[in-house]
């Protein structure tokens, strides 16, 4: 499991070269990096649910 913050920087330095490629109208550059955005977003909202889940598991409602 990558590190969630390692995961938002990701997401931030892609959208950073997006921009430059949009920039140099390099469309297809500009879909890569789009879909590595939504690629590391999904994983890491799938890391932020299991931290979640392991900090407050079911069973506490259950038997307090």
């Not at 938002?8 to 590595?36: E, F, P, W």
């Not at 590391?40 to 506490?60: C, F, G, K, N, V």
């Amino acid at each position: 499991m990558t590190s969630v913050t390692q995961s938002l920087y990701g997401i931030s330095l892609y959208a950073q070269a997006a921009c430059g490629k949009i920039s140099a109208n390099q469309l297809d550059q500009v879909r890569q990096y789009l879909d590595d955005i939504q690629n590391t977003a999904q994983e890491s909202l799938a890391d932020m649910r299991l931290l979640i889940y392991e900090l407050r598991p079911p069973i506490l409602d259950k038997e307090g």
